[in-house]
């Protein structure tokens, strides 16, 4: 039904930067949020980041606040994650995910449950 393919990551030091990119396809017209997750081996899922489609509103992780930005490309549906500072710990898999309806409580958003659909991720690399 939807289809999310990410791109974008890589090999970096620590401090260094990367951009992040999913691109949304398939039935994308009723998507109300897209996010992104990461995932470290032996670690659970952890929210980094996410964006209301409508109205373009945004939720950060406390850990990424003021090192990441959302961006997004309305037009070709894609959704972008500015990674600055990246630290060691910011490694793992990046996951984009996406859900169709609206949630009553903006912290929904930060929950992998709340996403149905989801890429194969991107990993990242960070060496000190």
């Known amino acids: 039904q939807v289809q999310l393919a990410e791109s974008g990551g890589g090999l970096v030091q620590a401090g260094d930067s990367l951009r992040l990119s999913c691109v949304a396809s398939g039935r994308t017209l009723g998507l109300d949020a897209m996010a992104w997750f990461r995932q470290a081996p032996g670690k659970e899922r952890e929210f980094v980041a996410a964006?209301?489609?409508?109205?373009?509103?945004?939720y950060y992780a406390d850990s990424v606040k003021g090192r990441f930005t959302l961006s997004r490309d309305n037009f070709k549906n894609t959704l972008y994650l500015q990674m600055s500072d990246l630290e060691t710990d910011g490694k793992g898999v990046y996951l984009c995910c996406a859900c169709s309806s609206n949630k009553v409580y903006s912290s929904a958003y930060a929950s992998a449950e709340t996403y149905t659909y989801w890429g194969q991720g991107t990993q990242v690399t960070v060496s000190s």
């Open positions: 964006m209301r489609w409508i109205g373009a509103i945004t």
